[in-house]
């Protein structure tokens, strides 16, 4: 029987998504997960704990630390060997207005009860 899906849920979708060496050599191109993105943002630039980072995304906290764990080897390795990014897929889903998820570095923070913005998933273009 297939495992089924816990989707991760993703507070932010990335604004842009396919980074490359100005200078490369490769043409490799190495594609992170949306769900490993949403760790990089979270622990790195926002600056939460694994634990909180865990219970933002609704998953076990051990299932974070794997997911952070790809997501700096695979940033680690386009760094070191030149390649190109590109974050896209994964098992995942948009938080959504309504959730009230509390997250501080949801984009939904300042949003009203009835958010005019509420955006659809694969349609984050003018957030
Ligand atoms: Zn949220």
């Known amino acids: ?13 990335p604004h842009c998504t396919n980074f490359g060496p100005e200078n490369g050599i490769h043409n490799d191109i190495i594609k992170m997960t949306v769900d490993e993105y949403e760790t990089i943002r979270l622990i790195d630039l926002e600056g939460l704990t694994q634990e909180q980072c865990a219970n933002q995304m ?14 700096r080897k695979k940033l680690a ?20 207005c309504k959730e ?25 273009s003018n957030e």
């Open 100 to 124: 009230r998820c509390g997250g501080q570095c949801c984009r939904h923070k300042y949003c009203n009860e009835q958010c005019p913005k509420e955006i659809k998933k694969g349609d984050e």
């Open 1 to 13: 029987m297939p495992r089924p899906i816990k989707w991760r849920r993703v507070c932010k979708m």
């Open 58 to 71: 609704e998953v076990a906290r051990t299932t974070t630390q794997s997911i952070y764990t790809n997501a």
């Open 77 to 96: 390795e386009c760094i070191v060997n030149g390649l190109s990014l590109v974050i896209e897929g994964g098992e995942y889903r948009i938080c959504e």
